[in-house]
């Protein structure tokens, strides 16, 4: 038996096969080509998929989930908003797959099936409560209770990075103020950065402002750039803060950080928890595990293993 998982991003969309021993048994990546817009791309999806079924022809089909970034009603099967597939709004994935493949899909957001891949291949389901922080351009976070996928009334749980953390504070791209994402997205560290004008001349690597990355400034604070690590620091007490809200809201087991800027959790982790050890509800804080998932695919992973079991 094998299931099919696609995991759409802004740039790229992974798709990987796995059996029900969850073992890899394919995985590779396409272009998300925007700009052919939204028919065609489900019309391409479609095309991977059924070569897929002729490639495993003999293995019975649990099922297929595709998984993407945004505003997901998972009970009907409709995109409601996508911020980076623009003109993506108010599409029933679910029923435009369905006329051309036969199949209906599951639509999931990303992050929850990113918080069902760490459940299943990474905990390996003995931990039945946990929360996961997706670290990257945005902040996104998936929350497993009971070990169920909770999504909450509209299908919108788990937006962590959209808790304000600051009263008034940094401008998120969703439009509020004092966001974690506007304090801990990748758009965040180098406006960080910006602001400390000087940087450049505390570290070669930083030689035109426009172009610093967060995976920069990770390389340079491997380096001892004493910039770099201070902001890592300020990074590390922001997530504390919106970690810390959800200790004391869920009392989760525990907290699991994913993407890619979670690489430089080193400089961070220090940070965070210095922060969380300020909260005065101590159980929830003292009680929980934090812990760190590298594994880039652990999104596309899970939508799979969601197709079979979710």
């Not at 599951?106 to 291949?121: F, H, P």
């Not at 504390?240 to 950080?257: E, F, H, R």
Request: glycine share 10%; charged share 25%.
């Amino acid at each position: 038996m094998i299931s099919i998982g696609f995991d759409i991003g802004g740039t790229n969309t992974k798709i990987a096969v796995v059996n029900d021993k969850y073992k890899i048994l394919k995985k590779f990546s396409i272009q998300t080509p925007v700009s052919n817009g939204y028919k065609n791309f489900i019309k391409e999806l479609s095309f991977e998929f059924e070569s897929l079924k002729k490639e495993f022809d003999g293995e019975k089909l649990a099922g297929l989930t595709i998984a993407i970034a945004g505003d997901v009603d998972s009970d009907n099967g409709i995109l409601r908003y996508a911020p980076n597939l623009r003109g993506w709004r108010n599409k029933n994935i679910r029923d435009d797959f369905r006329e051309i493949s036969k199949i209906s899909p599951k639509i999931e957001n990303d992050a929850n099936m990113a918080a069902w891949g760490v459940y299943s291949l990474e905990i390996k389901k003995k931990v039945k409560n946990l929360v996961i922080f997706t670290l990257g351009t945005g902040i996104g976070g998936g929350i497993i209770i009971d070990g169920r996928l909770y999504r909450g009334f509209t299908s919108t749980a788990a937006e962590l990075g959209h808790m304000v953390i600051v009263q008034g504070g940094e401008r998120c791209n969703c439009g509020n103020y004092g966001c974690l994402e506007a304090y801990c997205g990748g758009y965040a560290l180098i406006r960080e950065a910006k602001k400390r004008v000087d940087i450049k001349r505390h570290y070669s690597r930083f030689k035109m402002l426009d172009k610093l990355t967060p995976k920069i400034i990770f390389e340079a604070a491997k380096h001892n750039d004493k910039i770099s690590i201070e902001i890592w620091k300020k990074y590390g007490y922001h997530l504390g803060t919106g970690i810390g809200n959800i200790l004391v809201s869920l009392n989760p087991q525990m907290v699991v950080l994913c993407g890619g800027v979670s690489r430089a959790y080193k400089f961070f982790i220090p940070a965070l928890k210095d922060r969380l050890s300020e909260y005065q509800i101590k159980t929830p804080v003292n009680s929980v595990k934090i812990k760190v998932s590298l594994n880039s695919s652990i999104g596309v992973m899970g939508s799979a293993i969601f197709a079979m079991e979710g």
